[in-house]
């Protein structure tokens, strides 16, 4: 199979194999050479085998071959005349790992082309035959014509002008557009009393308040309601269903700005079933002693430490897997949260032990960028409220399927206030609770990001029909256009269909000459099913040892740690470096020399999460591994 | 696994949707399988009677041990969740 032009320059720092039987004699062109995406595999079999001394693509372009090759031989520089050796020293720079140099923008140049470039613009040269002609042409004319002719020095060059732009402007200061005060209340006890009230540090839970919760939902016909402190953490539960904050708006305050007030030291955890005992969203069972389940510390997850109100809320017989079944257990819950939030909100003031102010700026002159994070919308448990009127509540808010999934924009700062209720999918280990939006590390790290100007985050659902996943995705496109954005992050939680619109929405930024970013849980199980040329910038979430789903709450999801890595790569590319073509096959290698760069270039250290084997190993997960 | 790249074409008929997921029926009495929506790529609105088809290779028993966990899950699954 030969190549095109297009691949050859693409490929133009890799190995150069023959696809056929060719004579000497024959000037070696694109449609002679193999396709390097197969190399892998022919090495894999034994039919292909590279050392030193293969030449790459770049180098034998246009060079005569002195010798007959036969098809697939990896070619050398015995076998020609006329190579393009001088590539030789750059070949190297290329390839180094680029994350975290944003002002690199060498990197991009190809100087394969400089040989063949002498013909565009000014100069043309046509040597019909000829042996041993030298041509001496003054180094100044030749820079024009490589400038002109080859597009990536043009590129270089661009980029100084807007490096340099930069420097001018960037005394700009950044414009403050608005602030949200959270002022923290710690809570180091939770009892079950008369009436719901908080005194000090206790908080009292009204133990007659699951019947009122049932009541007010006609789907739910039982409710429990438990308080579990650090020392019943090896206590049996339910499939976790959801993890949210307890915090509440101040008088009249809308989310995402004023004050908000959030219990520390308590989270709710929603669980469920349904009359006949399946579990709510039962896709096989993740239920089991709550310590070998739960990745602490995530920000989706529980905090080690936490004490959790947990509600087993049980639907109707048959409605775990319809669309009112989860919304009403989730809806239940919140009755009790919403009990929590209103003592919360005539707390006195001299109980906050810690007030924490949150601005969102806008920097002028810096790189535009925008966060996408795509969250489930095929129905039932894949759905999430929008801006319910408490942080992470429900009531106010709207259903992303209901909104036709299409594109929202969030201010970060109504992100972090809990602008999103998560009725969470399968897949404890990957699923974005509805605290991981209250505490959404991306969001945080690129807000603060001095260097760049975060303009907004959109929300977009995926839906279930390939054709509505275009017609949204398309929508993002042309949204993000309309934003005129430098650089893109598009997230996604899980895996399954949703990589096909995760591919699409990247696709519909790259070809708008945007740099995008992918980050999603991929490694071994969640490989992604489709793929575009747009999807070179990826991050991995996964954390897990063996790169699967593990069952583990919210080990695989988006930390700090992925957070940096997806900024550092967005921050390289929108400089104009180059990004390393990825492994064939997962090497969870790439993911720590990433972070290595990131950290030499911030000049800190970054800490790694733990995986799961930090935590006690439940027995399901030892027989999982044990096949490995 | 040992037989983990032995794949097989599989066809299904779509017999049950749910807002959560798809139930099908695997042809030639060949077994039944339910996935959540997330996991059936489809370029038409589902409705029961279509067909699926997919590649798969033969569920192998990964030991001879049963997990205790699951057993227990599977048995209060039975009772009705008690």
């Known amino acids: ?628 | 696994m040992k037989y983990g790249d032995r794949l097989i074409k599989m066809q299904g008929i779509i017999v049950h949707i749910s807002d959560g997921g798809v139930a099908m029926d695997l042809k030639g009495r060949l077994g039944h399988l339910t996935v959540p929506m997330r996991m059936l790529i489809t370029d038409y609105d589902l409705k029961v009677g279509q067909e699926v088809e997919f590649n798969m290779s033969f569920p192998e028993v990964m030991s001879g041990e049963v997990n205790q966990k699951y057993v227990s899950n599977i048995e209060k699954n039975k009772r009705g969740g008690k």
């Open chain 1, 1 to 628: 199979m030969s190549i095109t032009i297009e691949t050859a320059k693409e490929h133009a720092m890799d190995h150069a194999v023959s696809c056929c039987r060719f004579e000497a004699g024959t000037i070696i062109e694109p449609s002679n050479l193999e396709d390097p995406a197969i190399f892998f595999d022919l090495e894999e079999s034994g039919l292909l085998k590279f050392d030193e001394n293969t030449l790459t693509i770049g180098e034998v372009l246009g060079a005569k071959l002195i010798k007959t090759a036969e098809a697939l031989t990896p070619l050398t520089a015995d076998m020609f005349e006329g190579l393009n050796l001088q590539t030789e020293a750059v070949k190297e720079e290329v390839k180094e790992e680029i994350v975290g140099t944003p002002t690199a923008a060498t990197e991009t140049v190809a100087p394969a082309s400089m040989t063949t470039s002498l013909n565009g613009g000014m100069l043309k040269i046509h040597i019909g035959e000829g042996k041993n002609i030298n041509l001496e042409i003054p180094m100044f004319a030749a820079q024009g014509s490589v400038a002109a002719a080859a597009p990536t020095a043009k590129i270089v060059e661009v980029q100084e002008t807007a490096a340099t732009t930069e420097t001018e402007i960037k005394e700009l200061p950044a414009k403050k557009l608005r602030t949200l005060t959270k002022k923290h209340y710690k809570i180091e006890n939770v009892v079950f009393g008369d009436e719901t009230k908080i005194e000090g540090t206790t908080l009292t839970l009204r133990k007659d308040i699951a019947p009122e919760a049932v009541e007010s939902q006609e789907l739910v016909t039982a409710m429990t309601v438990e308080i579990i402190t650090p020392a019943e953490y090896d206590t049996y539960s339910e499939t976790i269903m959801d993890v949210q904050p307890i915090a509440t708006k101040e008088d009249d305050n809308f989310l995402g700005t004023g004050n908000t007030r959030v219990i520390d030291g308590v989270i709710v955890m929603v669980t469920g079933v349904d009359e006949d005992g399946v579990q709510i969203g039962e896709f096989g069972s993740s239920e089991g002693i709550l310590s070998e389940n739960i990745m602490w510390d995530r920000p989706g997850a529980p905090d080690k430490g936490d004490i959790f109100i947990k509600t087993t809320v049980t639907i109707k017989a048959g409605t775990n897997m319809e669309r009112p079944g989860p919304l009403a257990a989730h809806t239940a819950s919140d009755f009790i949260t919403q009990e929590i939030r209103n003592v919360l909100k005539k707390m006195d003031e001299s109980l906050v032990v810690e007030t924490e102010e949150l601005v969102q700026f806008r920097r002028p002159g810096k790189k535009k960028v925008v966060i996408i994070k795509e969250i489930m919308g095929q129905g039932a448990m894949h759905d999430n409220i929008i801006l319910p009127t408490e942080p992470a509540g429900i009531m106010g808010g709207k259903p992303n399927v209901d909104l036709g999934n299409l594109p929202i924009v969030l201010s970060p700062l109504e992100v972090l206030d809990g602008g999103v209720h998560a009725l969470t999918c399968i897949g404890p280990a990957s699923k974005e609770c509805t605290r991981h939006y209250y505490r959404e590390p991306l969001v945080i790290e690129a807000m603060n990001d001095p260097e760049i100007d975060l303009c907004a985050v959109i929300f977009i659902g995926s839906p279930q029909v390939n054709s509505e996943k275009f017609y949204v995705s398309e929508r993002l496109g042309m949204t993000v256009e309309a934003l005129d954005v430098e650089g893109a992050i598009v997230t996604t939680e899980g895996f399954g269909n949703n990589h096909i619109d995760f591919a699409s929405h990247i696709e519909q930024i790259g070809m708008r000459g945007m740099k995008v970013v992918g980050m999603s849980f991929s490694a071994v199980q969640g490989a992604l099913v489709v793929g575009n040329k747009y999807m070179e910038l990826m991050v991995d979430n996964n954390k897990s040892e063996e790169g699967i789903e593990n069952e583990v709450l919210s080990c695989n999801t988006l930390c700090k740690e992925d957070a940096l890595r997806a900024l550092g790569m967005l921050k390289s590319a929108m400089g104009g470096s180059e990004v390393k073509g990825p492994e064939r096959k997962w090497n969870p290698n790439v993911k720590e020399t990433n972070l290595e760069a990131v950290e030499t270039h911030m000049g800190s250290n970054i800490d790694r999460v733990l995986n799961e084997t930090s935590i006690p190993m439940s027995e399901k997960r030892e027989s999982k591994l044990k096949t490995k």
